[in-house]
């Protein structure tokens, strides 16, 4: 039962999301299209093939909503697309078709689908950083690293008790922005630590991206770097949580055991419990055990504490040692810069990871998601962060789909594009012929390209 309901939560969260995203840039290309008086004939969202759901017609489109939740169209009357329409575009261009339009005009709708895409994004980062700032961690105020026994940070060579000094010779100003996996698609990248006096290099080897697509699903392997923060603990007496509150444990405790392995810093404790729960039915339910420290007036006592906990049950222990950090708040102009930047950040770290794909640095079959690996990461997201994980998801996969649409890959926006710039540079556009075959071998390469993610996300 709880699978049942685990599949449906992804396929309605995919659903939901790419719903939103589709509309948006099919969007881009209707409302130019009709702006610049071109008969837009369909809109749907999702393929009618081989049959829609529903439909209706109103100022001459049809719009409705298709069969094959993987995509959406709009038809404008005119064009060699998706449709493959050929007697249309072998008869006498009509005033009101693509084709008989300027070619400027044509530029515009095409890339009026990425526009929205990105303008989307740029306005759900901006939005989310004008309404929660930014919350970073000084590097300064880190003074020295822990490093979990078996996690991707022990293998690169770090050691608990490394003080970080520099990323690839740059000072690093946040610590946030270089202890993330993102550093894995760096070339060539390294970090210098302070390490009992020594100043030591330590490099990434480039092919860890693949390492990491084995690990990410293990909170301990998967760790890269995490600051020593201490063990003191802070109780929930909220009635949020309540579980701790009625165990005897006080705010100012430190937790120095956990299911037998001694703890030293609260993340540490904060990953293993999640990997034992990671372990569980979302129904069943596991005995752990915690030992706690105490420290009196005259002496230290420890004690140990039985807790049973279900895979969604919520502890109510928080870090009572906790690093000092900057909120960053933006007006809105600020916000809308910073947005922008984030949006773009996305694109950037896209083009670095097809890079490494097509480098042979990352193995295509680790680094591509198809609509499962893209519903299990936008479930983490939001199980993590609620609405604002869900859209942070979806501004992500805004940019990942605008990235992929200008592609100059026949059949999507970017192909359709070279065959409007080329007209433009020669003053004569491309044979009908040579249009409808590059059509043809773009739909074919994407829908190899389609069967081989679903494929791969199932192997996964």
Known sequence: METLVYILRLIGLLIAGLSVLIIVHEFGHFLPARLFG???EKFFLFFDWPRKLF???KGGTEYGVGMIP???YVKISGI??????????REA???WEFRSKPVWQRMIVMVGGVTMNVLLAILIYSGLVGLYGETKVSNKAVQKLYVLEGSLGDSLGFESGDKLLTFMGQPIQYFDEVATPGILLEDNAWYEVERSGQRVKITVPNGMINYFAEIQEDPI???VLMPWVGNRVWVDTTGAAPTAKGLGIRTGDRIVGFQGKEIVTFEQFLRLLTKEKMLLGETEKKTFRFTFSRTGQDSTTTYEVKVPLGKTDQLGLGSADTLATEQK????LGSIGRGTALAFSAVSQNLKGLGKVFSGDADVTKSLSGPVGIAKMWDKATLRGGLRGFLEMMALISMVLALMNILPIPALDGG???FLLIEAVTGREPSLRVREVAQQIGMLLLLSLMAFVILNDFFK
Not at 80 to 89: A, G, L, N, R, T
Not at 329 to 332: A, E, R
């Open 38 to 40: 071109m008969r837009v």
């Open 329 to 332: 708040s933006y007006g809105f």
């Open 80 to 89: 060699v697309d998706e449709s493959m329409d050929k007697e249309q575009m």
């Open 416 to 418: 359709h594009l070279v």
């Open 221 to 223: 392997k998967a760790s």
């Open 55 to 57: 439909s209706f017609k």
């Open 70 to 72: 993987l995509g959406g």
């Open 93 to 95: 261009p009509k005033p």
